[in-house]
């Protein structure tokens, strides 16, 4: 089962589109994907969308994708509910952990401050600890949401468990700062909004954006608060350290020219142009 990290290299690829970018679009082409834009992998074993459980009768196992701000709770949450499968957010569970006390919550308190990431043995080990308190209280299946996050992680998953589908989820990073910029949560009943209203004009043959913000019923309106890490300065050090390490991860996932030329590519949405310089040549 190497789906998962055979998927995370092809979407280290795609998430460093950025860098070739403005080469391309000089040729008038647009590229870099928008919101919206569902990838899901050919080589995936899909379920038929909608079924709960498979052959052999446990529920379904999927993991989103994606730049922190992209939505990936909002969408994992929903399909959670729907499918009726626990949604297991790394996030969560390191914020679960934050406000218990103890050395781990400490070390954890000095890095989300700073707008870090945490680390891989961390993060496994909190995420071993949820599923098996949940298959203690009966659970089956999960949706991860924000794990796995690197190439690393993506391995050490495959060795334990079977993911059936991923999704990665993409957005404009400017788009993204303001969606981060906008979260705001209820401080009485936990409920995740967004007040963010992105309206982008489109241009150059570019479609524009526009994504709703996503409001409080009244009784939340007064009890909104916005958590201590989604400044902006913090906010531009995760997305900054999330670049990093997605391209460093498909640096390290280079399978040489005849292997990773299609996959960039590919991922650039560039096959067609390749054939035709092939037969132009
Ligand atoms: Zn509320």
């Known amino acids: 089962m190497a789906v998962l990290s055979r998927l995370l290299r092809a979407s280290?690829?795609?998430?460093?589109?950025?860098?070739?970018?403005?080469?391309?679009?000089?040729?008038?082409?647009?590229?870099?994907?928008?919101?919206?834009?569902?990838?899901?992998?050919?080589?995936?074993?899909?379920?038929?969308?909608?079924?709960?459980?498979?052959?052999?009768?446990?529920?379904?196992?999927?993991?989103?994708?994606?730049?922190?701000?992209?939505?990936?709770?909002?969408?994992a949450s929903r399909l959670s509910q729907l499918l009726g499968v626990p949604h297991?957010?790394?996030?969560?569970?390191?914020?679960?952990?934050?406000?218990?006390?103890?050395?781990?919550?400490?070390?954890?308190?000095?890095i989300v401050n700073q707008g870090k990431l945490v680390s891989d043995e961390i993060i496994v080990d909190l995420l071993s600890k949820r599923v098996e308190k949940g298959e203690a209280k009966g659970e089956s299946g999960f949706i991860l949401d924000g794990f796995p996050r690197t190439l690393r992680q993506a391995e050490i998953?495959?060795?334990?468990?079977?993911?059936?589908?991923?999704i990665n989820l993409k957005l404009r990073e400017d788009v993204l700062l303001e969606k981060c910029l906008g979260r705001r949560i209820c401080s009485q009943c936990g409920g995740n909004f967004n007040i963010a209203c992105i309206d982008i004009k489109g241009e150059d043959g570019k479609p524009g954006i526009y994504m709703a913000p996503l409001l409080p019923p009244e009784g939340c309106a007064s009890k909104l608060v916005t958590r201590s890490d989604d400044t902006e300065e913090v906010v531009k050090e995760r997305l900054r350290i999330y670049n990093e390490m997605v391209r460093s991860v498909a640096l390290s996932a280079a399978g040489g020219i005849p292997e990773s030329w299609p996959k960039l590519l590919h991922a650039l949405h560039l096959d067609g142009l390749n054939r035709e310089q092939s037969l132009a040549a």
């Open 157 to 166: 998953l495959e060795r334990v468990t079977d993911v059936d589908l991923v």
């Open 12 to 75: 280290a690829l795609t998430a460093s589109c950025s860098l070739y970018a403005a080469t391309v679009r000089r040729r008038g082409l647009s590229l870099v994907a928008s919101e919206g834009d569902l990838r899901l992998p050919s080589s995936a074993h899909l379920s038929p969308l909608g079924t709960r459980k498979d052959l052999t009768g446990r529920n379904v196992q999927w993991a989103f994708l994606g730049c922190p701000g992209v939505g990936k709770g909002t969408y």
């Open 88 to 110: 297991i957010a790394t996030g969560d569970l390191v914020r679960e952990e934050l406000s218990s006390s103890g050395p781990l919550a400490d070390q954890l308190r000095g």
